[in-house]
Protein backbone atom coordinates (compact mmCIF):
# COMPACT_ATOMS: atom_id res chain seq x y z
CA UNK A 1 0.00 0.00 0.00
CA UNK A 2 1.19 3.50 -1.06
CA UNK A 3 0.39 6.65 0.84
CA UNK A 4 0.92 10.10 -0.79
CA UNK A 5 0.85 13.22 1.11
CA UNK A 6 2.03 16.58 1.37
CA UNK A 7 -0.02 17.68 -1.29
CA UNK A 8 -1.19 21.86 -0.48
CA UNK A 9 -1.99 25.57 -1.78
CA UNK A 10 0.81 27.61 -2.49
CA UNK A 11 1.24 30.68 -5.26
CA UNK A 12 3.09 31.04 -8.43
CA UNK A 13 7.17 30.20 -7.96
CA UNK A 14 6.60 28.14 -4.43
CA UNK A 15 7.69 24.78 -3.71
CA UNK A 16 6.56 22.00 -1.89
CA UNK A 17 7.67 18.01 -1.80
CA UNK A 18 5.06 15.35 -1.92
CA UNK A 19 6.19 11.96 -0.13
CA UNK A 20 4.61 8.69 -0.31
CA UNK A 21 5.23 6.08 2.04
CA UNK A 22 5.16 2.36 1.62
CA UNK A 23 3.38 -0.14 4.09
CA UNK A 24 2.56 -3.65 4.15
CA UNK A 25 5.44 -4.77 1.81
CA UNK A 26 9.01 -3.44 1.18
CA UNK A 27 9.66 -1.31 -1.96
CA UNK A 28 13.23 -1.40 -2.07
CA UNK A 29 13.58 -3.71 -5.54
CA UNK A 30 11.03 -1.82 -7.42
CA UNK A 31 10.47 1.59 -9.70
CA UNK A 32 8.90 4.16 -7.46
CA UNK A 33 7.42 7.04 -10.10
CA UNK A 34 4.44 10.02 -9.81
CA UNK A 35 2.20 11.02 -12.02
CA UNK A 36 -0.24 13.73 -11.99
CA UNK A 37 -3.93 14.09 -13.09
CA UNK A 38 -5.53 17.71 -13.99
CA UNK A 39 -9.28 18.22 -14.10
CA UNK A 40 -10.36 16.74 -17.50
CA UNK A 41 -7.09 15.46 -18.53
CA UNK A 42 -5.21 11.72 -19.04
CA UNK A 43 -2.73 10.96 -16.22
CA UNK A 44 0.35 11.77 -17.04
CA UNK A 45 4.03 10.74 -16.35
CA UNK A 46 6.18 13.10 -14.31
CA UNK A 47 9.67 11.33 -12.63
CA UNK A 48 10.62 8.15 -12.24
CA UNK A 49 13.47 6.47 -9.95
CA UNK A 50 14.83 2.99 -9.70
CA UNK A 51 15.07 0.71 -6.94
CA UNK A 52 19.02 2.19 -6.21
CA UNK A 53 17.84 5.74 -6.45
CA UNK A 54 20.39 6.27 -8.90
CA UNK A 55 18.69 6.08 -12.53
CA UNK A 56 15.62 9.09 -12.87
CA UNK A 57 13.81 10.09 -15.77
CA UNK A 58 11.42 13.20 -16.00
CA UNK A 59 8.64 14.47 -17.89
CA UNK A 60 9.66 17.45 -20.11
CA UNK A 61 7.28 19.57 -18.47
CA UNK A 62 9.01 19.46 -15.16
CA UNK A 63 12.82 19.18 -15.92
CA UNK A 64 14.81 21.52 -13.89
CA UNK A 65 12.04 22.30 -11.58
CA UNK A 66 11.06 19.10 -10.01
CA UNK A 67 13.39 16.57 -8.41
CA UNK A 68 12.41 12.88 -7.53
CA UNK A 69 14.44 11.20 -4.65
CA UNK A 70 13.79 7.97 -2.40
CA UNK A 71 15.20 6.31 1.16
CA UNK A 72 15.01 2.80 1.19
CA UNK A 73 15.57 2.65 4.66
CA UNK A 74 12.29 4.62 5.71
CA UNK A 75 10.50 3.03 2.47
CA UNK A 76 9.59 6.34 0.81
CA UNK A 77 10.17 8.76 -2.14
CA UNK A 78 9.89 12.19 -1.95
CA UNK A 79 9.07 14.57 -5.25
CA UNK A 80 10.74 18.27 -4.37
CA UNK A 81 8.46 20.50 -6.77
CA UNK A 82 10.30 23.73 -6.98
CA UNK A 83 9.34 27.12 -9.09
CA UNK A 84 5.97 25.71 -9.51
CA UNK A 85 3.28 26.69 -12.06
CA UNK A 86 -0.43 27.25 -12.21
CA UNK A 87 -0.05 24.20 -15.11
CA UNK A 88 1.40 22.31 -12.11
CA UNK A 89 -2.00 22.32 -10.42
CA UNK A 90 -3.17 18.49 -10.21
CA UNK A 91 -3.53 15.48 -8.24
CA UNK A 92 -0.52 13.63 -7.72
CA UNK A 93 -0.47 10.31 -7.51
CA UNK A 94 2.65 7.65 -6.49
CA UNK A 95 2.99 4.27 -8.09
CA UNK A 96 5.39 1.55 -7.77
CA UNK A 97 6.61 -1.59 -10.42
CA UNK A 98 9.17 -4.59 -10.79
CA UNK A 99 11.82 -3.84 -12.98
CA UNK A 100 12.31 -0.37 -14.33
CA UNK A 101 10.21 2.47 -14.49
CA UNK A 102 8.00 3.17 -17.46
CA UNK A 103 5.85 6.53 -18.01
CA UNK A 104 3.44 4.44 -19.26
CA UNK A 105 0.69 4.50 -16.24
CA UNK A 106 -0.62 0.86 -16.94
CA UNK A 107 2.38 -0.70 -16.38
CA UNK A 108 2.36 0.02 -12.73
CA UNK A 109 1.22 -2.09 -10.19
CA UNK A 110 0.59 0.06 -6.94
CA UNK A 111 -0.96 3.34 -6.79
CA UNK A 112 -1.46 5.49 -3.82
CA UNK A 113 -4.59 7.33 -3.58
CA UNK A 114 -3.54 10.71 -4.60
CA UNK A 115 -2.71 14.27 -3.20
CA UNK A 116 -3.90 17.46 -4.14
CA UNK A 117 -1.13 20.10 -5.55
CA UNK A 118 -2.90 23.81 -6.40
CA UNK A 119 -0.94 26.78 -7.62
CA UNK A 120 -2.40 29.75 -7.77
CA UNK A 121 -1.61 32.68 -10.15
Known sequence: QLQAYGGGLVQAGGSLRLSCAASG???????LAWFRQA???????VATIGWGGGSTSY???VKGRFTISRDNAKNTVYLQ?????PEDTA???????????????????Y???????????
Open 25 to 31: RTFNSFS
Open 59 to 61: ADS
Open 81 to 85: MNSLK
Open 39 to 45: PGKEREF
Open 111 to 121: WGQGTLVTVSS
Open 91 to 109: VYYCASKGGEGTVEPSRYD
